[in-house]
């Protein structure tokens, strides 16, 4: 079994920074990729960043320039810095991590339960 736990959320004034951390725990063989997601009331969740085990990164383009994904595999932990909040980044931020718990291939993905990110105008 495999526990996500994220942290980090919060309220903050329009054009500042926060930063969400995501630690996995438990069964795990190796960690794959790692990313974050959101969802705003009445959207979609949506993807926000992702970051592969060998650190290659990809953005949503709403957020490119702003936002920088990172990870500690020592850790099984993985980051979110913030910048220049607006807010439409208003969101439950979710953390999803891609785990092999054996030495098979499977992997299984696994969610946190989320932190809200309230950016006040």
């Known amino acids: 079994q495999v526990q996500v736990m994220e942290s980090g959320g919060g309220l903050v004034q329009a054009g500042g920074s926060l930063r969400l951390s995501c630690a996995a725990s438990?069964?795990?063989?190796?960690?794959?990729?790692m990313g974050w997601y959101r969802q705003a009331p009445g959207k979609q969740r949506e993807l926000v960043a992702s970051?592969?085990?060998?650190?290659?990164?990809n953005y949503a383009d709403s957020v490119k320039g702003r936002f920088t994904i990172s990870r500690d595999n020592a850790k099984n932990t993985v980051y979110l810095q913030m910048n220049s909040l607006k807010p439409e980044d208003t969101a439950v931020y979710y953390c999803?991590?891609?785990?092999?718990?054996?030495?098979?291939?499977?992997?299984?993905?696994?969610w946190g339960q989320g932190t809200q990110v309230t950016v006040s105008s």
């Open positions: 438990g069964s795990i063989f190796r960690i794959n990729d």
């Open positions: 970051i592969t085990r060998f650190g290659s990164t």
């Open positions: 999803k991590v891609a785990v092999r718990i054996t030495t098979e291939p499977t992997v299984y993905d696994n």
